[in-house]
């Protein structure tokens, strides 16, 4: 197969994982015989610095033109702490997400056993914890109409049926290839918009009679994640509430390093880890690469070529099994090996397996 990628490498530690990220993504193409081009494409801070957008029309046509856009992560400290500042790098990602229709963005949320001892929950808790967060990505709040007053300021959470159909689709379809279980989270007790959600939902549950349905508060969806994360198989939420819960699905695994996502719609698919740019990281050689280099893996498994992408887990795998690990997820005493190291590593396992 012949892939057009763009590389979207951000700010903070995006430009360090997005070279591991790209590094795996061709050692894989070489190996199954896939021709790969990349294109590099500003966007966030480093977009702002450079030509005063977070994502530049250039930006957007080289991802319109992508078959696939491997993104890393965006943020800066210095917009974070100026509350006047007009442009922000978030905005760069916001753009991106609604200019490329990426309206469901999928979440796993998954344990590594070998890390279940970085996990702050009881081991017998996580252990086994699977399950996939389905979030609206191009509605809600982040989207709505909003005034931004010295006195008074609103955010608007506005969802159409059309909007809440489409990702309701997205969960059930996931489902029918896992557990068929779907969890719709909501504030349907106090929330017009999530009323609708309900009501949407109640109606097309009923066109997946093999799927368990069930709806929860997010209150209370936040509570079970903790108490019972074995509970979940597919979760489908707003984009405010997927936003916070997948923060505290990623820790509850152990790592927030490790969790890839992907976000789909009408346009170009984008791949990118969950975490942010952890600036205070920067140029440090220790953020940890795999959250990206799993995101390289589902970018694989979105065309269909599920071998790659279980080529890239398995070597994930290994590595974690080999201990070359970036610090944060190291054992007590063993090696500390960089970004760099991490990412070689398992580039190279997968030009020898
Ligand atoms: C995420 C991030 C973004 C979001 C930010 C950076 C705008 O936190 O992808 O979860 O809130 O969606
Ligand atoms: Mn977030």
Redesign the pocket.
């Known amino acids: 197969m012949k892939l057009n990628i763009a590389v979207l490498a951000g700010d903070g530690i995006g430009p360090e994982i997005s070279v591991e990220g790209v590094k795996v993504l061709t050692a894989t193409a070489q190996k199954f015989g896939h021709e790969i081009n990349y294109t590099s494409a500003l966007v966030g801070a480093a977009a702002i610095d450079e030509v005063g957008d977070p994502f530049p029309q250039e930006t957007f046509d080289i991802c319109t033109n992508a078959d696939a856009v491997l993104f890393s992560c965006v943020g800066d400290p210095k917009f974070d702490n100026n509350p006047n500042a007009t442009v922000r790098p978030e905005q760069g990602l916001l753009a991106m997400r609604k200019k490329l229709g990426l309206f469901a963005n999928i979440r796993p949320i998954q344990t590594f056993d070998c890390l279940i001892h970085k996990s702050p929950l009881k081991d017998d808790i996580v252990r086994g914890a699977d399950f996939i967060c389905i979030r609206e990505l191009t509605g809600g709040m982040y989207f709505g109409e909003k005034c931004e007053g010295e006195e008074m300021a609103y955010d608007t959470n506005k969802y159409t049926r059309a909007e809440v159909e489409r990702i309701l689709h997205v969960a059930y379809k996931y489902a029918m290839q896992r557990r068929r279980h779907v969890t719709v989270v909501d504030k349907a007790n106090v929330l017009a918009s999530s009323r609708l959600w309900r009501k949407v939902a109640q109606e097309i549950s009923q066109q997946y009679p093999e799927v368990t349905t069930d709806y929860m508060y997010v209150d209370n969806a936040s509570m079970r994640m903790i108490q019972d994360p074995g509970f979940f198989d597919v979760m489908v939420t707003e984009n405010t509430f997927g ?2 819960l ?2 505290e699905g990623s820790c509850i695994t152990g790592s927030m390093g490790l969790l890839p996502s992907a976000s789909t719609g009408t346009g170009t698919p984008v791949f990118e880890p ?1 975490h ?1 740019s952890w600036p205070q990281a920067k140029g440090l050689n220790i953020a940890n690469p795999l959250a990206q280099i799993l995101s390289v893996a589902m970018l694989y498994e979105y065309f269909g070529l599920e071998k790659e992408g279980k080529t890239i887990r398995d070597a994930v795998d290994a590595s974690l099994a080999a201990n070359i690990r970036t610090p944060e997820i190291q054992v007590a005493g063993g090696e500390k090996y960089g970004t760099k190291e991490v990412g070689q590593w398992i580039a190279d396992y997968i030009n020898k397996a």
Request: overall charge negative.
């Open positions: 936003d916070i997948t923060d969950i942010g």
